[in-house]
């Protein structure tokens, strides 16, 4: 039971497959030989194919039946190809076969077969690997015949015979045996290449193309030849256009960075182009084909002409240039510090104002943005120094970016600010002028604001190491006062003057 349902399954398979591939056999005729082929549970490959026949009438016999080895039902086609180049295309044959069909797998075909080649294949979807040629020959023996092969040459002539701007050659070839496999032509003996469309030769002088082809039995001709001479185009005085294109990345200068590439580009609306050159700085004139790559540092100056098929040659064209270093990377961020200055108390408390200077360098790429914030408050760029009047205790981050992005880490300053009137110093010096180590300044002992007088925040009586370091201490605190609008700066500057004439520190 299981056989026969099998058989019905495999029936009605081949039925449909039947109905798709649309077998076309040719009518029989009186076949002069017999070739077959044998299919098995393989899908890779023919299990025997013939692989030469002469031409003429032929019964083709194509079985995949239990006795060539179909152990499964698998079905297979045979199938000549009629569309692929290169191949015989007169023969029309798909033929399926499956041990369960009407002839147990087993089926004949008659066909006319010619002299060349012909391609064959499964159409089965799997067993496209399935493929393989038949090489036929003419009747009567094997094929020794070469081909026969001609040349044209076409194109405009002028009244002495010769093509003018260009000369096209057309190559035909025939076999009677075996058929022909290739056709090749070479130009003016340069190098042989197979022929698929006309040749154009535009090249101005005298000119001889070769050719010869080979058919599928490897019988070579006997090489053909043409020449005849390219002229160009009578009348042509206009010599051709010629422009040179530079790209590559500028700096801020025009600068290329590492390297320029020159484009040449050259028309001609008469004859033709014949050929193009260039001249790199004091270096010779040199064929273009390809843009031109200059990567050496320095000022460059690049010519360029053209020349047309009938000799006209452009006037010299020149573009200068400069190529650079490319720049090593900027990845150092810009330095940034701040500054606090202002009137300050004993206990070095800002006296109603505290005020922050920020200065941020960066001596590569650039200084791009600087940016402080107050407190918790938010990052606002830096354009002036920052003054801080609220009382309490404050900080102010700043930072800074460069032109390359590189962001420097936040930094900070803290200081406390108290509002004016505020007394810091119960015991104040009340002289009336500001006298320094008995040196009077006569510049007035005035109030800077929260009860300490000028004596008072220069603190003479103070232990500093250094002479310099109580100067030093005198030009913070007077600058501060100016700042504060405590002190005038000549006022500031006398004071000054008597701190350093002074021996306190030393």
Same mark, same amino acid.
């Given at each position: 039971?299981?056989?026969?349902?099998?058989? #019905?399954?495999?029936?009605?398979?081949?039925?449909?497959?039947?109905?798709?591939?649309?077998?076309?056999?040719?009518?029989?005729?009186?076949?002069?030989?017999?070739?077959?082929?044998?299919?098995?549970?393989?899908?890779?490959?023919? %299990?025997?194919?013939?692989?030469?026949?002469?031409?003429?009438?032929?019964?083709?016999?194509?079985?995949?039946?239990?006795?060539?080895?179909?152990?499964?039902?698998?079905?297979?086609?045979?199938?000549?190809?009629?569309?692929?180049?290169?191949?015989?295309? *007169?023969?029309?044959?798909?033929?399926?076969?499956?041990?369960?069909?009407?002839?147990?797998?087993?089926?004949?075909?008659?066909?006319?077969?010619?002299?060349?080649?012909?391609?064959?294949?499964?159409? +089965?979807?799997?067993?496209?690997?399935?493929?393989?040629?038949?090489?036929?020959?003419?009747?009567?023996?094997?094929?020794?015949?070469?081909?026969?092969?001609?040349?044209?040459?076409?194109?405009?002539?002028? !009244?002495?015979?010769?093509?003018?701007?260009?000369?096209?050659?057309?190559?035909?070839?025939?076999?009677?045996?075996?058929?022909?496999?290739?056709?090749?032509?070479?130009?003016?003996?340069?190098?042989?290449?197979?022929?698929?469309?006309?040749?154009?030769?535009?090249?101005? &002088? /005298?000119?001889?193309?070769?050719?010869?082809?080979?058919?599928?039995?490897?019988?070579?001709?006997?090489?053909?030849?043409?020449?005849? %001479?390219?002229?160009?185009?009578?009348?042509?005085?206009?010599?051709?256009?010629?422009?040179?294109?530079?790209?590559?990345?500028?700096?801020?200068?025009?600068?290329?960075?590492? #390297?320029?590439?020159?484009?040449?580009?050259?028309?001609?609306?008469?004859? &033709?182009?014949?050929?193009?050159?260039?001249?790199?700085?004091?270096?010779?004139?040199?064929?273009?084909?390809?843009?031109?790559?200059?990567?050496?540092?320095?000022?460059?100056?690049?010519?360029?002409?053209?020349?047309?098929?009938?000799?006209?040659?452009?006037?010299?064209?020149?573009?200068?240039? @400069?190529?650079?270093? #490319?720049?090593?990377?900027?990845?150092?961020?810009?330095?940034?510090?701040?500054?606090?200055?202002?009137?300050?108390?004993?206990? &070095?408390?800002?006296?109603?104002?505290?005020?922050?200077? +920020?200065?941020?360098?960066?001596?590569?790429?650039?200084? /791009?943005?600087?940016?402080?914030?107050?407190?918790?408050?938010?990052?606002?760029?830096?354009?002036?120094?920052?003054?801080?009047? !609220?009382?309490?205790?404050?900080?102010?981050?700043? #930072?800074?970016? /460069?032109?390359? &992005?590189?962001?420097?880490?936040?930094?900070?300053?803290?200081?406390?600010?108290?509002?004016?009137?505020?007394?810091?110093?119960?015991?104040?010096?009340?002289?009336?002028?500001?006298?320094?180590?008995?040196?009077?300044?006569?510049?007035?002992?005035? *109030?800077?604001?929260?009860?300490?007088?000028?004596?008072?925040?220069?603190?003479?009586?103070?232990?500093?190491?250094?002479?310099?370091?109580?100067?030093?201490?005198?030009?913070?605190?007077?600058?501060?006062?100016?700042?504060?609008?405590?002190? @005038?700066?000549?006022?500031?500057?006398?004071?000054? %003057?008597?701190?350093?004439?002074?021996?306190?520190?030393?």
């Amino acid at each position: 039971m299981r056989t026969s349902l099998t058989r #019905r399954a495999g029936a009605a398979m081949i039925g449909m497959l039947l109905a798709v591939l649309s077998i076309s056999v040719p009518p029989a005729v009186a076949a002069a030989q017999t070739l077959t082929w044998t299919a098995d549970d393989d899908i890779t490959a023919y %299990r025997s194919a013939p692989a030469t026949a002469v031409a003429g009438a032929t019964t083709v016999v194509f079985e995949n039946s239990a006795a060539t080895g179909n152990t499964t039902g698998m079905p297979h086609t045979l199938t000549f190809d009629t569309t692929t180049a290169g191949y015989n295309h *007169d023969v029309t044959l798909n033929i399926l076969a499956s041990p369960f069909d009407v002839n147990d797998g087993r089926h004949e075909a008659t066909v006319t077969l010619t002299p060349g080649k012909y391609r064959y294949f499964c159409t +089965i979807p799997g067993h496209s690997t399935m493929v393989g040629e038949l090489t036929v020959t003419a009747g009567g023996g094997e094929d020794t015949t070469a081909p026969t092969v001609t040349g044209t040459v076409t194109g405009n002539r002028n !009244a002495d015979g010769h093509y003018v701007g260009s000369a096209t050659v057309t190559v035909a070839a025939a076999d009677t045996g075996s058929g022909v496999k290739t056709v090749e032509y070479q130009v003016d003996d340069t190098s042989w290449q197979t022929y698929t469309t006309p040749a154009v030769i535009t090249a101005i &002088g /005298d000119h001889a193309v070769q050719f010869r082809a080979t058919d599928h039995a490897g019988n070579v001709s006997t090489t053909g030849s043409v020449s005849f %001479r390219v002229v160009g185009a009578p009348g042509d005085t206009t010599a051709p256009t010629v422009t040179a294109a530079l790209t590559g990345e500028q700096d801020a200068a025009g600068n290329y960075l590492g #390297r320029a590439t020159a484009t040449i580009t050259a028309t001609d609306a008469g004859s &033709g182009v014949e050929r193009t050159e260039y001249q790199l700085d004091s270096g010779a004139w040199t064929a273009y084909t390809t843009p031109i790559v200059v990567s050496a540092p320095g000022m460059h100056m690049l010519h360029s002409r053209a020349t047309d098929k009938a000799g006209n040659t452009s006037a010299v064209q020149m573009t200068h240039f @400069t190529v650079v270093e #490319r720049p090593v990377e900027d990845t150092t961020p810009p330095a940034v510090t701040a500054v606090v200055t202002g009137a300050r108390d004993t206990g &070095g408390a800002y006296l109603g104002t505290a005020t922050v200077t +920020i200065t941020a360098t960066d001596a590569e790429s650039g200084v /791009d943005t600087v940016e402080y914030r107050l407190d918790s408050g938010a990052w606002t760029a830096y354009t002036s120094p920052v003054a801080v009047s !609220a009382a309490g205790a404050h900080t102010v981050g700043y #930072r800074a970016a /460069d032109n390359a &992005g590189n962001t420097a880490a936040e930094r900070a300053v803290s200081f406390t600010v108290v509002a004016p009137g505020t007394d810091a110093c119960p015991d104040s010096d009340t002289r009336d002028t500001v006298i320094i180590d008995g040196i009077d300044t006569r510049v007035p002992n005035a *109030d800077t604001g929260n009860g300490c007088t000028v004596n008072d925040l220069i603190a003479e009586r103070d232990t500093y190491p250094t002479h310099a370091a109580f100067v030093r201490h005198v030009e913070s605190v007077t600058a501060s006062l100016v700042t504060a609008g405590r002190l @005038t700066p000549r006022q500031a500057g006398t004071i000054v %003057r008597a701190a350093a004439r002074s021996d306190v520190g030393s």
